[in-house]
Structures are given as C-alpha cells and as structure tokens.
C-alpha cells in the first residue's frame, strides 16, 4: 500500500516563501510520475506541477518562475519549492503519485496573507 505523507504546509505574508515536501512509502522510482495539486475553497483541483520518472517537469501556468518541483530518490521524497507566494496561492495542496493507480496524499493547507 502506498502511503503520501505531505509536509511543509503554513501562514505566510505575500512574496514569502514555503516548501512543501511529500515523503512516500517505500521507493518512488516505481512511480511514473508524481505532483502537486491544490484545490481552493469552491474550486475544482487543479495540477501545481509534476515530476517524471525521467526528470522531466511541467507546471500551472499560473506559478511557472515562482514554483519548482523536484525529486530526491534517495529520501523517497519530492518537493514543491514555492516563492512569491500570492493570495491566490492560498489553497489545499495534495501530493500525487502515478504507479498503476493515482495515490494521494492528506493534503497540507498553505494560506498566504495580503
């Protein structure tokens, strides 16, 4: 059983800075691809940025140059590395891994203040 335990999650002023960080179950080199969504109140989830097996990345419009999503294989861990936090970036965010099946995590609220 897969299990996706996020971190990293908080209260920060506008143009502050988090990472989010999303530790796995066992080895993460299974997974085809792993992610970031958030969902806000009243709005439908909606992919942040996503990772390949092959290190390949793609990210929201909306946080490409503010957001980075990277990998660490030797800690089972993939990361969402956010600055210049906005309002509107105030959301739940879930980590998601694709192996077979879509795994989720219990999400991690981040609220950025104005």
């Known amino acids: 059983q897969v299990q996706l335990v996020e971190s990293g999650g908080g209260l920060v002023q506008t143009g502050g800075s988090l990472r989010l960080s999303c530790a796995a179950s066992?080895?993460?080199?299974?997974?085809?691809?792993m992610g970031w969504y958030r969902q806000a109140p009243g709005k439908q989830r909606e992919l942040v940025a996503a990772?390949?097996?092959?290190?390949?990345?793609n990210y929201a419009d909306s946080v490409k140059g503010r957001f980075t999503i990277f990998r660490d294989n030797g800690k089972n861990t993939v990361y969402l590395q956010m600055n210049s936090l906005k309002p509107e970036d105030t959301a739940v965010y879930y980590c998601?891994?694709?192996?077979?099946?879509?795994?989720w995590g219990q999400g991690t609220q981040v609220t950025v203040s104005s």
């Open positions: 998601n891994a694709c192996w077979m099946f879509d795994y």
């Open positions: 990772v390949t097996s092959g290190g390949g990345t």
């Open positions: 066992g080895s993460i080199l299974r997974f085809n691809r």
